[in-house]
């Protein structure tokens, strides 16, 4: 991908939250131009990075040197690459390093990475002296349009995913495209398919515009790619402005998630990224939504076509009906007997429903959803 700062024109989104507004700036080669304005949100004088170790070799320089030449001291503070980093035994060596470093109240956290820095630098800026100020620069897909915009920051307990977290809004969210060039394409088509359900569930436009551009957005073609970023991004944020705390909107959200969830609970998160779940979660949810006649034909047609250019899977794995029921029964978005599952109305609408998990996997149901790729190739081939 290009990364000459001269060819990203940059283009801005703002999240609309009265006095914790903010920001997004989207870019092709502009890390080394962030200084400037992360200095004009946090009023900082002192910043310390955190990233993992091979994003700091990469873009760390970079970034440092232009918070300097912004007249900032800069520290950095790096965690372990992997999930498993995303602990409160992290964040309590986050704290020491800010002591350690001097940070007070008015030194800015940077979280230089993905959605499992963002969400532990975040963490720990939420917290550290109750809260300081805290900028993300997502350095993965699904963190520049998901995990970096709307606030939620977390770790993991040893009990479950971001059990113990905060609502804590970033002064300013920095998106550098160019740093996709170096991200896995497994990585990339995973972050595309919360892109991809960002459209289905709100965006009948972009979900078109998707299904003109995702390969070109993919191999990182910034004239597609820039702007399909400004339209999630628009789209997050403005489901954010109209559902700060989840209540109500952001529920949307979670379409593809109660299932995707489950297959990654029934594959104990390995050998499957989080989108790739999803994929399988939205595929299963749009069928599901034409057979309770609620999504006209074609709707699950044309998602699955479209995760299947993004090479996402969309087949649930063929585990035992039953052992999907009893995942599906401690999803946290669980209320009374029923799940709030998210169906299609068709592609850019999107609703939930109270389902008991007999109702979202019905007997049968398996038969079809796990019907393995093999289905899926011959009838994204046949077409
Ligand atoms: N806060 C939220 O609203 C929210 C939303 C969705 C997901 N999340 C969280 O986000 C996390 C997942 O985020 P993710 O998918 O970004 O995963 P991640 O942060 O683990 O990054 C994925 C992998 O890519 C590597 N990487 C990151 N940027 C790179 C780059 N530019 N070049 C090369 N390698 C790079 C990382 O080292 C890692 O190995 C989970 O912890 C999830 O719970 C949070
Ligand atoms: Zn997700």
Not at 63 to 71: F, I, K, T, V, Y
Not at 223 to 246: G, S, T
């Amino acid at each position: 991908m290009r990364g000459d700062a001269s060819l990203g024109e940059a283009r801005s989104v703002e999240v609309a939250l009265g006095e914790r507004s903010y920001p997004i700036r989207i870019g092709v080669g502009t890390l080394a131009r962030a200084g400037p304005e992360l200095a004009l949100r946090t009023g900082a004088k002192r910043a310390v990075i955190v990233s993992e170790p091979t994003i700091a070799r990469r873009y760390g320089a970079t970034l440092e040197r232009s918070l300097r030449s912004a007249g900032l001291t800069v520290g950095r503070a790096l965690v372990p690459s992997g999930e498993k980093s995303k602990s409160l035994r992290e964040a309590g060596k986050l704290y020491e390093a800010l002591i350690g470093f001097g940070a007070d109240r008015s030194t800015a956290v940077v979280a230089l990475g993905g959605g499992k820095v963002g969400d532990l630098a975040g963490f720990v800026a939420a917290t550290y002296l109750r809260g300081v100020p805290f900028v993300q620069v997502p350095t993965t897909l699904l963190a520049m349009v998901d995990s970096s915009v709307g606030g939620k920051v977390a770790v993991n307990l040893p009990q479950g995913k971001n059990l113990a977290g905060a609502f804590h809004q970033p002064r300013l969210v920095w998106i550098d495209a160019a740093t996709l060039s170096s991200l896995d394409p497994r990585e990339r088509a995973a972050g595309m398919a919360e892109i991809v359900k960002a459209g289905a569930i709100l965006d009948a436009g972009f979900f078109a515009c998707l299904e003109r551009d995702v390969e070109r957005a993919l191999a990182l073609d910034p004239d597609a790619l820039v702007p399909i970023l400004e339209r999630a991004c628009a789209i997050k944020a403005e489901v954010v402005e109209q559902d700060e705390r989840e209540m109500g909107l952001r529920m949307l959200l979670n379409f593809g998630h109660t299932l995707g969830h489950a297959v990654e609970t029934l594959k104990r998160y390995r050998g499957i990224l989080h989108g790739e779940a999803v994929a399988m979660g939205m595929a299963y949810a749009a069928r599901r939504s034409e057979e309770l006649g609620l999504a006209p034909a074609q709707t699950a047609t044309r998602l699955v076509e479209l995760l299947g250019r993004c090479r996402l899977p969309t087949h649930l794995p063929p585990f035992p009906r039953n052992a999907y029921l009893a995942a599906l029964r401690v999803d946290k978005k669980r209320r009374d007997a029923h799940v709030r599952f998210v169906v299609l109305r068709g592609l850019g609408r999107a609703e939930t429903m109270p389902l008991t998990p007999e109702e979202i996997l019905p007997v049968g149901a398996m038969a079809t959803a796990a019907r393995g790729t093999s289905r899926s190739r011959r009838s994204r081939d046949g077409r």
